[in-house]
C-alpha cells in the first residue's frame, strides 16, 4: 500500500509539472476496497464489534494495509478487548504514522468515490457498479459490486461507458460496448495497463509494463 501510495504521489508530481500545465482537479484517485478499509480501521473505536470488524477488514486484505504503516493487528485485537480508550490511542498512533509520510493523508483525504468526464459520456470507478441503483445509491458498489460490472449491457444513467480499474475475479483486460476493464493482474502476477480513450470512449491506445 505504501509503495502504490508513493508511485501515485510521484506519477502526479510529474504529470503536474509537464508543460502546458495541468490542472490539479485533472488526475482523480479512486477510492477503492482497501481504502474503504483503511479508513475504517482508523475509526474501529467505534465500532460496537471491534474485534470483530477488524477481523473481517483484516480477512478483506487489510492485514497488508495495517501492517504497510506499521500496525501490528495483535496489538488491535488486544486495545479492542481493553475498550475505546485503547482503540483510540491504537488508532490516533496508526494516524500519527499515516502523516509522517508527505502526502499520503491528503491523498487519502482526496479520493472519490468515482469520476465522470464532463459531458457524462464516460464514468470511472473503481471495481464495480450496481446498474439497478442510480450513481447517487450506489454507496459502496464502487468497490464490492464486482461481479455485477459485467452484468452492464446498457448505458447506465446516460453514461455511454464505465471503466474500470479492478477486476477481482482477475479476468484480464476486457473491452465490452458500454464497459471496459483496465486490469491486466498487477500485483496479482500480471502486468500494469494504462489505457487512452476518447472522448466518447473508445479506445485509442494502451499500454503493459
Known amino acids: 500500500m505504501r509503495e502504490t501510495v508513493e508511485e501515485l504521489l510521484a506519477f502526479r508530481s510529474a504529470f503536474l509539472a509537464l508543460p502546458p500545465y495541468a490542472d490539479p482537479d485533472d488526475i482523480v484517485a479512486l ?3 482497501q481504502e474503504e478499509i483503511w479508513q475504517k480501521i482508523l475509526q474501529l473505536q467505534f465500532a460496537q464489534n471491534p474485534s470483530e470488524v477488524l477481523q473481517w477488514m483484516l480477512s478483506h486484505g487489510g492485514d497488508a494495509t495495517l501492517r504497510a504503516y506499521g500496525g501490528v493487528p495483535e496489538l488491535g485485537f488486544e486495545c479492542a478487548g481493553e475498550g475505546a480508550l485503547a482503540l483510540t490511542h491504537w488508532t490516533n498512533e496508526l494516524r500519527d504514522r499515516l502523516r509522517s ?3 499520503h493523508e491528503s491523498l487519502f483525504n482526496s479520493l472519490r468515490r ?3 468526464t464532463e459531458d457524462r459520456a464516460l464514468l470511472f470507478v473503481n471495481t464495480g457498479i450496481d446498474a439497478s441503483r442510480t450513481l447517487d445509491e450506489q454507496t459502496d ?6 461481479r455485477s460490472f459485467k452484468a452492464v449491457e446498457h448505458p447506465f444513467d446516460g453514461f455511454q461507458r464505465i471503466v ?3 477486476d477481482p475475479e482477475h479476468g484480464g483486460f476486457e473491452e465490452r460496448r458500454h464497459t ?3 486490469d491486466s493482474g498487477c500485483g496479482f502476477g500480471g502486468k500494469l495497463t494504462a489505457a487512452c480513450l476518447s472522448s466518447d470512449g473508445e479506445l485509442l491506445d494502451r499500454l503493459d509494463f
Open 141 to 146: 458498489s464502487f468497490w464490492w459490486a464486482g
Open 101 to 103: 509520510l508527505p502526502g
Open 164 to 166: 474500470r480499474g479492478f
Open 180 to 182: 471496459i476493464t483496465v
Open 114 to 116: 468515482a469520476a465522470m
Open 31 to 33: 477510492r477503492g476496497s
